[in-house]
């Protein structure tokens, strides 16, 4: 058995108060050890984001999950504004950017659109895995490996039941992932094979790991 | 004197300033050829209203003084270290230049070598006076080619030091007339160098240590006349000091300026003694004009013009050499040519020093003042020769060189009020890197703001020749911080008057204030307590449970919307209840505005999102 993941949140709500899927995504997670949940726009309402923090805080984590309502095929705008501040050049990719090499990072969102829409002859029109392509590749430029997105569809229309149900298996992958019960690695995004940056650098933690026990 | 000689006399040189220098200017002569011309006319060689100029050189010599201390006003040591390579090369180039070709002239001419470094030293020199007015009268001075000759007259003023130190040991007979009624005369050369030294010293080290505490207990007292009494006082005394110890008086103050030039009551001290210096400056030169020696000119014109002719022809060339070694483009090579090339007012103190000493005869001593003054008389005409025929020739050319302005006070932002307003916008723009020249009248506030290391000074901003001193001709932007609001309005006035291109920034002590500036077309004004109070309201919302950012987006509609609200009502200024109404009326409209925001007044959004409508969540 291996030390358990330290998994970090960055969660992401304009308008935390009015969302009902993300609310109840977020409480499922809260108050679990090793697991930090970063609350981005209460942190910098003004948008002022902290880089050398942020960095800090990655460095301390070996899983990286973006958890935010999927604004427009992407992210709220804090997180674009996070990754073009934290993810500099020289640190998270570029000559001598190997900060985060190893990691996994994945997304858990929510759509107010079925599962039917995000297909190719729904009106989305793209797959959600195509359309977070963008943050697949950002992990690979970073040789970070990224995982399987957690997607909670159309939660509104759900009765408290099934919303509670889907924000129970969003805890249990949490929980699996920081256990080691689920591999990251046998639950990639489609079509996405990590970087040799990574698989080198995750060697040589599995090695190290194995090393001091 | 008598009281009503005084008076007469002081008529006679006032009626010809006042007559002559107009004149003058009207011509395109610039004013100090009026005054010469004005002094020949009314001296004993023409009209003879005044006897020759002895005494009254005396007293106008002051007007000297005065000038070589606001010169030492404006260059605070860290300008004179950024001068620094001009001042001893190019200063340096000249004075030994000059001094060399003089004095190999002179010694051809049969004086001895002692004479020869004396008159060669001695002719070096230029007048600070002419040049320096004339500058100002053609706005050269922050040109490189003004700044060029600057550096040299600043070179020839320190190089005073020296000479007065070290021409004793020239002496055979080191016991000196003019020293006479001074504390040292007596003493042996060397004591007599040590003396002088001493003497700088003593005005450096009460310039740093005793003056700026004089000042702030004078400015204390609130009363202009007195820091006015107070100025001219410092002046004066050192004049006393100097003469005690047989040394230039100008230099003594020139030194006390420098020192002062860091002082936050370098402005103020500017702008109180700056009338002073210009009519003692004008009498002076009315002096010079009717101290020139005709009956000498008669006695043998054609020596004295060839004497004349020849200095200056010697000058002319070596200025011009030094001018095109240095790299110097034609037209300002010439510019800097004959603006220094003529005798300068401390040729005569070196004179009489000299004669003092028994290095120069006395008819050779009244020669070389005659040629001297003589020069400095011409020295207008060269300067308008070279104006009016060399000038145009390069007009064409020069036209993108003379765009070469060197900024000296090239801050962009004037603050004038410096308490606790003011100060936080002075720190931004200082950490900022904004030029920004700060004005209080709280002399105790500009005291202890200065250990923190701000540039400040001292004085009334509403004040035009305070705002001049500061910058305002070329400033971009001032800031009106004060609290007093009358105070505020007179200077609103003055820079709408005479700087309107600056643009203001007020405070508002409050709402009914804020009216006032935007209804005088004052559109960038602040409430003081406005958005400090809604930051503590921000921060407190999100104390008690509100989401950080909702409440930022919240604070930043509600600062937009009260300004609002606050231009709509200042238009009904006057009318308190119609301002009622819209302030009502803004205030339920903030209300529904905020809600908007937050996305609660669309109940149907849920139905919106089932419908499946939106591609969020």
Not at chain 1, 29 to 44: M, P
Not at chain 2, 84 to 111: D, E, H
Not at chain 2, 141 to 151: A, E, H, I, N
Request: charged share 20%.
């Amino acid at each position: 058995m291996s030390a358990p993941k330290r998994i970090l949140i960055l969660y992401a709500h304009p308008r935390s108060r009015t969302s009902i899927v993300q609310t109840q995504m977020r409480a499922a997670i809260s108050g679990i050890e090793n697991v930090t949940i970063h609350d981005l726009y209460a942190t910098y309402p003004d948008f002022m984001i902290d880089v050398r923090r942020e960095q800090a805080l990655l460095l301390e984590h070996d899983v990286i999950i973006f958890q935010h309502p999927f604004y427009w095929y992407s992210s709220p705008a804090i997180i674009k504004e996070w990754q073009d501040l934290v993810l500099e050049s020289g640190w998270a990719y570029g000559n001598g950017g190997v900060a985060l090499q190893g990691k996994f990072l994945g997304s858990a969102i929510s759509t107010g659109g079925t599962r039917e829409a995000y297909l190719e002859t729904g009106r989305n029109r793209f797959t959600i895995e195509e359309l977070l392509r963008p943050f697949d590749q950002t992990a690979y430029l970073c040789g970070m490996a990224y995982m399987a997105p957690f997607v909670i569809h159309a939660g509104r229309q759900m009765d408290d039941g099934q919303l509670s149900g889907h924000a129970e298996k969003y805890r249990d992958i949490i929980m699996g992932l920081r256990d080691g019960r689920i591999n990251p690695l046998k639950h990639l995004a489609e079509n996405h094979t990590p970087s040799p940056d990574f698989k080198a650098a995750y060697k040589a933690a599995q090695k190290g790991e194995k090393n001091a026990f | 004197m008598h009281f009503d000689t005084f008076l007469s006399g002081a008529f006679v040189y006032l009626a010809a300033a006042v007559i002559a220098a107009p004149i003058a200017v009207r011509l395109g002569l610039g004013s100090v050829l009026g005054y010469l011309v004005a002094g020949i006319v009314i001296g004993p060689a023409v009209a003879g209203f005044i006897k020759a100029g002895e005494s009254v050189m005396h007293f106008a010599e002051f007007g000297v003084i005065m000038m070589l201390f606001l010169v030492g006003l404006e260059l605070q040591p860290s300008k004179l270290w950024e001068l620094r390579r001009p001042i001893i090369g190019l200063g340096g180039l000249q004075v030994v230049g000059t001094a060399a070709v003089i004095g190999l002239a002179t010694y051809a001419s049969g004086f001895g070598w002692q004479q020869a470094i004396t008159i060669g030293l001695i002719l070096a020199m230029s007048s600070t006076a002419i040049v320096l007015q004339s500058m100002q009268e053609r706005a050269l001075l922050k040109t490189s080619v003004g700044q060029s000759t600057f550096s040299v007259l600043l070179f020839q003023d320190i190089a005073i030091i020296p000479m007065l130190a070290l021409l004793p040991l020239l002496a055979k007979n080191p016991v000196s007339e003019s020293q006479a009624g001074t504390l040292i005369a007596g003493l042996p050369a060397w004591a007599q160098t040590l003396a002088v030294l001493g003497a700088v010293s003593i005005i450096i080290l009460s310039g740093r240590y005793l003056m700026r505490p004089l000042f702030r207990m004078v400015a204390a007292a609130g009363s202009r006349e007195i820091f006015v009494a107070f100025a001219l006082l410092i002046v004066v005394g050192i004049t006393l000091l100097m003469q005690q110890v047989g040394l230039s008086a100008a230099l003594g103050t020139f030194l006390a300026g420098v020192v002062l030039a860091e002082s936050e009551y370098r402005h103020e001290l500017e702008m109180d003694l700056d009338p002073f210096k210009g009519l003692l400056l004008a009498v002076f030169f009315i002096a010079v004009g009717a101290g020139i020696d005709f009956s000498l000119i008669a006695k043998d014109p054609l020596k004295l013009i060839g004497l004349v002719t020849g200095f200056i022809t010697l000058k002319l060339l070596v200025m011009f050499f030094i001018a095109k070694a240095v790299g110097m483009a034609k037209a300002d090579a010439s510019r800097f040519t004959f603006l220094l090339s003529q005798g300068g007012e401390f040729a005569f103190v070196l004179i009489s020093f000299v004669a003092g000493l028994g290095i120069l005869g006395v008819d050779d001593a009244a020669l070389l003042i005659a040629v001297v003054a003589l020069s400095m008389a011409l020295a207008p005409l060269l300067m308008l020769f070279d104006e009016k025929i060399i000038q145009p020739r390069f007009a064409k050319v020069s036209q993108d060189g003379e765009a070469d302005v060197i900024d000296q006070n090239d801050a962009k932002v004037i603050i004038a009020g410096y308490g606790r307003f003011g100060m936080t916008i002075g720190r931004f723009l200082l950490a900022n890197g904004i030029k920004t020249v700060v004005l209080d009248h709280d002399a105790e506030q500009v005291e202890s703001l200065r250990k923190f290391g701000f540039k400040l000074f001292y004085g009334d901003a509403s004040r035009l020749d305070l705002l001049e001193a500061a910058g305002a001709r070329d400033a971009k932007a001032i800031v009106i911080a004060l609290k007093d609001r009358e105070k505020s309005e007179r200077i609103l006035e003055a820079v709408r008057m005479h700087f309107p291109h600056l643009k203001v920034f007020a405070r508002a002590v409050d709402r009914v204030h804020a009216y006032e500036y935007l209804n005088n077309g004052v559109d960038t004004v602040y409430r003081e307590m406005f958005d400090s109070s809604v930051r503590l309201a921000q921060d407190l919302a999100v104390a008690v449970g509100k989401h950080p950012y909702e409440i930022h987006r919240a604070a930043a509609l509600f600062r937009k919307h009260d300004e609002a609200i606050m231009r709509k009502a200042a238009k009904h200024q006057g009318d308190v209840g119609r301002i009622m109404d819209i302030v009502r009326a803004g205030r339920s409209e903030i209300s529904n505005v905020l809600a908007s925001d937050r996305g609660e007044e669309v109940v149907d959004e849920t139905k919106a999102w089932l419908s499946d409508n939106r591609p969020d969540a």
